[in-house]
């Protein structure tokens, strides 16, 4: 009997469960939005909320937190772009950490639910497995009825001020 036995296994063993708990969180992060199976996205849910409401309080300790809990993947580079094209011509990193940060800072408001995940037409192709798409809220989820979840998905739109 599986009696207070919370979670699910996912066919793997631990080690391979959290590490793909973290690769998951860190896409995440870094898309918006991944499609996943629904099993994999209900179990991700709880993991990547818990990691912004820690993100959400700004203190050294909760960047600890954080930290320990994505592993070495939240200090690797996502995009190298050029900062200046002045002088210095440096190099910026944007990290998983910071980017999450910057997520975070968007829900500021908000007391919690953050991801939405939901269940898309057909099957996988290489084992016929269910499809699901979880993404942040603030992710604009929209389209033009049955299209690919890659076509679907729109980041939202960056306001600009008007001097």
């Given amino acids: 009997m599986r009696h207070l036995k919370a979670g699910r296994k996912l066919n793997r063993n631990p080690a391979h469960r959290r ?7 860190c896409a995440l992060i870094e898309h918006g939005s991944i499609t996943t199976t629904p099993a994999k996205a209900k179990e991700l849910r709880p993991f990547i909320e818990r990691l912004i409401t820690m993100a959400r309080k700004g203190d050294l300790a909760s960047r600890r937190l954080v930290v320990s809990r994505l592993g070495p993947t939240a200090h690797t580079p996502l995009v190298t772009e050029k900062a200046n094209e002045g002088v210095d011509k440096a190099w910026k990193k944007v ?3 910071k980017k999450l940060e910057e997520r975070a800072k968007g829900f500021a408001g908000r ?3 953050y991801t939405r995940i939901l269940k898309l ?3 996988r192709i290489g084992d016929g497995g269910a499809k699901a798409l979880i993404a942040f809220v603030d992710v604009q989820i929209g389209g033009k009825g049955a299209g690919d ?5 729109k980041e ?3 306001e600009t001020a008007k001097a």
């Fill in 95 to 97: 990290t998983v950490l």
């Fill in 19 to 25: 590490s793909m708990l973290r690769n998951m969180a």
């Fill in 149 to 153: 979840a890659a076509d679907a998905v």
């Fill in 121 to 123: 037409h057909g099957y």
């Fill in 156 to 158: 939202p739109k960056a």
């Fill in 111 to 113: 007391p919690g639910g």
